[in-house]
C-alpha cells in the first residue's frame, strides 16, 4: 500500500474526529451556555450566594468542612455525588447540639431554621425524590445561621 493511500484511508477519520472535537467541545457548549443565560440568568451560574464581594456558598452544592462549626452536609464517602446540600432533617437535628454549642445560639432557633427548611422543601415537592423523611438543604440553613450571627464577611 503506498504512503498516499494510507492517507486518504487516514484523512477521513481524522477530519472527522476534528469536526466532532470542535462542535462538541466547543459550539455545543456555547450553545447551551448562552441559552442557559437567555431563559434564565438568575439560575445560569449555580445559585450563588455572595456577600462582601466574594461568593460563600450556592443553594446546589454543598461544601463539606468538618471544622466548620455550622451544620455539615454528608461527608464524600457518605454520598453519590460528594456535594449534595440536602440531607435528611433526622441527621441535621443530630447536630444541633454541636452547632449550638460552637455558635452560641439556642437550641430552639436553631431546630426552628431546620424545621422551617423542611417545611419549604417540602412544598418544593423535594420529599418525592426522599419518600418518608422530610430533606434540609444545609446551605441555606447556614445562610440563615450566619445572617444572624452577622459574621458573613468574617468567616
Known sequence: MSFFKVVVKLASPVALLLILMVVLGFVYPALVWLVSHAIAPWRAEGSLHVACGRVIASSLVAHYNESSPLF???????????????????YALE????????????????????????????????????????IVNVEEVNLKILQILNKTCGW
Open 72 to 90: 455539615h452536609p454528608f461527608s464524600t464517602n457518605m454520598t453519590s455525588s460528594g456535594a449534595d446540600p440536602y440531607v435528611p432533617l433526622t
Open 95 to 134: 447536630q444541633v447540639d454541636r452547632v449550638s454549642n460552637e455558635t452560641g445560639l439556642p437550641r430552639h432557633l436553631l431546630v426552628k431554621l431546620l424545621l422551617d427548611n423542611a417545611a419549604k422543601n417540602a412544598v418544593a415537592n423535594l420529599h418525592l425524590f426522599s419518600p418518608g423523611y422530610s
